[in-house]
């Protein structure tokens, strides 16, 4: 299990030595140690990634893109490897009634990029703004339609 964060005492999730270096900032790309390494999840914390070494604390502002479930992230993006925003899924599902990601993303981007580990703040594929931007999307072509008979 994953330690909590120091500031706001949430756990957070394990992250790659390689996402956390990608990520950051230019200048604190070395200051990444070999240990491990957490995301702090917590919505109104300004700490982006900690470890169990004390003083080994990153904030929002250390990394180069905004981290979507923090407060103050703009924009938020659903998919980091091609930069693809809550807001352009859930106009592509309202216009086009696409609804899956990979179609979604086919779209909206003539070369899909698939780089995860190093793009995406959790290292992994994608975030959950994804599939709820496309619920979103979905009622609102829904209602359009209603609205239209
Ligand atoms: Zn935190």
């Not at 200048?27 to 070999?34: I, T």
């Not at 917590?42 to 180069?64: A, G, M, Q, R």
């Not at 930069?83 to 696409?98: M, P, Q, R, S, Y």
Request: positive net charge; contains cysteine; charged residues 25%.
């Amino acid at each position: 299990m994953a330690p909590p964060c120091p500031q706001c005492s949430q756990q957070g999730q394990l992250v790659r030595k390689l996402t956390v270096r990608s990520l950051l900032i230019p200048k604190l790309k070395n200051r990444v140690l070999d240990i491990a390494y957490y995301l702090c999840m917590s919505s109104d914390c300004k700490v982006s990634y900690y470890s169990n070494t004390p003083n080994e604390i990153f904030t929002t502002k250390d990394v180069k893109v905004p981290i979507w479930y923090k407060k103050d992230a703009h924009p938020k993006y659903a998919c980091y490897c091609n930069k693809i925003t809550d807001e352009e899924v859930i106009n592509t599902v309202k216009e086009t009634g696409l609804s899956d990601m990979q179609e979604i993303i086919k779209f909206l981007r003539e070369k899909v990029k698939c780089a995860c580990v190093a793009m995406n703040p959790s290292g992994q594929c994608c975030t959950p703004l994804f599939p709820e931007a496309i619920t979103i999307g979905l009622h609102a072509r829904q209602k359009e339609k209603t609205e239209n008979i």
